[in-house]
């Protein structure tokens, strides 16, 4: 009994053509044409656009170098403490706030004048702040929290138009465990 041999031709796949050169040649002629035609398009509506007309209106700030200059004014440097994890935690607090040098005079004299009365609003965010918060690098639930505070007691209203307090700046410590 012999076995049949198994052939050695490959099977040809008659269903796909041969592409021919010159079919290769329209396709390509057909993607440049319409390339072409969408660049043609693209530069007519830039060329008929023309330019955008820009006009100035009365809502510019005013850009005196007065204005742009900034005060920093240190507003609280304490050890504050947070016990809502149940142990107590004092953090070394700075509280720095910037505002307009033309604006200085007036902001020193309400925290002169309020002094006391900030003091113990910040202590008391601080006391009921969460402990996630608080253990933030950039501190930035708080430091909203302090600048919404004095936004509402200096400026009446929490994001004015024209905000003599342009930003508060809290420089804090690690927090340290006092007792368990």
């Given at each position: 009994m012999t076995k049949p041999r198994p052939s050695t031709e490959q099977p040809t796949n008659e269903s796909t053509?041969?592409?021919?050169?010159?079919?290769?040649?329209?396709?390509?002629?057909?993607?440049?044409?319409?390339?072409?035609?969408?660049?043609?398009?693209?530069?007519?509506?830039?060329?008929?656009?023309?330019?955008?007309?820009?006009s100035a209106g009365d809502e510019l700030v005013s850009s005196s170098t007065e204005d742009q200059r900034i005060?920093?004014?240190?507003?609280?440097?304490?050890?504050?403490?947070?016990?809502?994890?149940?142990?107590?935690?004092?953090?070394?607090?700075?509280?720095?706030?910037?505002?307009?040098?033309?604006?200085?005079?007036?902001?020193?004299?309400?925290?002169?004048?309020?002094?006391?009365?900030?003091?113990?609003?910040?202590?008391?965010?601080?006391?009921?702040?969460?402990?996630?918060?608080l253990q933030d690098p950039r501190m930035d639930v708080v430091t909203s929290r302090v600048e919404t505070l004095?936004?509402?007691?200096?400026?009446?209203?929490?994001?004015?138009?024209?905000?003599?307090?342009?930003?508060?700046?809290?420089?804090?410590?690690?927090?340290?465990?006092?007792?368990?």
């Amino acid at each position: 009994m012999t076995k049949p041999r198994p052939s050695t031709e490959q099977p040809t796949n008659e269903s796909t053509p041969p592409k021919s050169k010159a079919t290769v040649k329209t396709m390509g002629m057909a993607t440049l044409v319409l390339v072409l035609e969408a660049a043609l398009i693209v530069g007519a509506f830039m060329f008929f656009a023309g330019p955008v007309e820009v006009s100035a209106g009365d809502e510019l700030v005013s850009s005196s170098t007065e204005d742009q200059r900034i005060s920093e004014i240190m507003l609280i440097d304490e050890q504050l403490t947070n016990d809502r994890l149940g142990s107590v935690y004092v953090y070394p607090v700075e509280i720095y706030v910037h505002v307009p040098e033309n604006e200085q005079l007036w902001f020193n004299d309400l925290v002169g004048q309020f002094h006391n009365e900030i003091r113990a609003e910040v202590t008391a965010l601080w006391r009921s702040a969460d402990p996630v918060a608080l253990q933030d690098p950039r501190m930035d639930v708080v430091t909203s929290r302090v600048e919404t505070l004095l936004r509402n007691r200096f400026e009446g209203e929490a994001s004015p138009e024209h905000p003599r307090i342009r930003k508060v700046v809290i420089v804090c410590g690690t927090g340290f465990r006092v007792r368990g």
